[in-house]
T-cell receptor, first 116, second 111 residues
Framework: ETGVTQTPRHLVMGMTNKKSLKCEQH?????MYWYKQSAKKPLELMFV???????ENNSVPSRFSPECPNSSHLFLHLHTLQPEDSALYLC???????????????FGPGTRLLVL | GENVEQHPSTLSVQEGDSAVIKCTYS??????FPWYKQELGKRPQLIID?????GEKKDQRIAVTLNKTAKHFSLHITETQPEDSAVYFC??????????FGTGTRLLVSP
């Protein structure tokens, strides 16, 4: 598959479980992002990685732990989540901005997470 | 920090009519303004974007205008079609890669 892929597409977990979300981009980009999309709320940026280094953590609780082993892969490790963490988690990628101006971000299909 | 407000939250039009969605932003440092379309159950997809050194950009039936002084930008869709029905999100970039999104507009185009 081309573009940005995410697995799993759906996930149900209990509050004591540990799970991981995976994102892979096939666009040759070097920046990757995690977003949270909840009902009736704007898309919220969670983390930004440039060339495998985390450059932005938007005050995300520590029960969400990102990992970026290389420029093509991004993970979000989940542990002891709360029901209010239920949402669509979207991954995106882009070229890393060189001049400070924005670069187009391409989104994956998302993982719909339900925490019971 | 940046705050993006988007109106209206829902918009119903007849096929062939025009649709306009408006966004305002608060941070004058924002320099990049993309618009995304998200169909039900699908990923957000970029439909058009504009940078702060440009006042207007057009791509077929879609256009975006930017007023930096007033800190607002708008999406214009002409000759709407049922397949334009979706949720549209505006966003602003106050710094580097930090996209701040509006709350979305649900557009319904009736045949």
């Amino acid at each position: 598959e081309t573009g940005v892929t995410q697995t799993p597409r759906h996930l149900v977990m209990g509050m004591t479980n540990k799970k991981s979300l995976k994102c892979e981009q096939h666009l040759g980009h070097n920046a990757m992002y995690w977003y949270k999309q909840s009902a009736k709320k704007p898309l919220e940026l969670m983390f930004v990685y440039n060339f495998k280094e985390q450059t932005e953590n938007n005050s995300v609780p520590s029960r969400f732990s990102p990992e970026c082993p290389n420029s093509s892969h991004l993970f979000l490790h989940l542990h002891t989540l709360q029901p209010e963490d239920s949402a669509l988690y979207l991954c995106a990628s882009s070229q890393a901005p060189r001049t400070g101006a924005g670069e187009t971000q391409y989104f994956g299909p998302g993982t719909r997470l339900l925490v019971l | 920090g940046e705050n993006v407000e988007q109106h209206p939250s829902t918009l119903s039009v007849q096929e062939g009519d025009s649709a306009v969605i408006k966004c305002t932003y608060s941070d004058s440092a924002s320099n990049y303004f993309p618009w995304y379309k998200q169909e039900l159950g699908k990923r957000p997809q970029l439909i058009i974007d504009i940078r702060s050194n440009v006042g207007e950009k057009k791509d077929q039936r879609i256009a975006v205008t930017l007023n930096k002084t007033a800190k607002h930008f708008s999406l214009h869709i002409t000759e709407t079609q049922p397949e334009d029905s979706a949720v549209y999100f505006c966003a602003a970039t106050p710094g580097f890669q930090k996209l701040v999104f509006g709350t979305g507009t649900r557009l319904l185009v009736s045949p």
